[in-house]
């Protein structure tokens, strides 16, 4: 079975910098899926943030270009999110799945608070 675990959220102070990690495990040809990063905040539906095809090509929300970076490990099933110059509209819970209408099983998130 496919599990997800997000992780490196956080409090930040505006403008501040964290580095979230998602951890793919079972049955999965990471290698091979398009990857990214979605955020959620309460009353509102999941939002596209990055992905990363296995080609290495990358994808942004218009709201983070040229601040987060998405990379990804394949050896180690891993993929990353690399924020700075964090805006408080940037909290969220912060996950991480495959994009494409088969989603794997969603994980917990992890939560990230931009907060003076």
């Known amino acids: 079975q496919v599990q997800l675990v997000e992780s490196g959220g956080g409090l930040v102070q505006p403008g501040g910098s964290l580095t979230l990690s998602c951890t793919v495990s079972?049955?999965?040809?990471?290698?091979?899926?398009?990857v990214g990063w979605y955020r959620q905040t309460p009353g509102k539906g999941r939002e596209f943030v990055a992905s990363?095809?296995?080609?290495?090509?990358?994808k942004y929300a218009d709201s983070v270009k040229g601040r987060f970076t998405i990379s990804r490990d394949n050896a180690k099933s891993t993929l990353y999110l690399q924020m700075n110059g964090l805006k408080f509209d940037d909290t969220a819970v912060y996950y991480c799945n495959r994009i494409t209408s088969l989603t794997w099983p969603w994980g917990q998130g992890t939560q990230v608070t931009v907060s003076s």
């Open positions: 990363v095809a296995p080609t290495g090509l990358t």
């Open positions: 079972g049955r999965v040809f990471y290698s091979h899926a398009t």
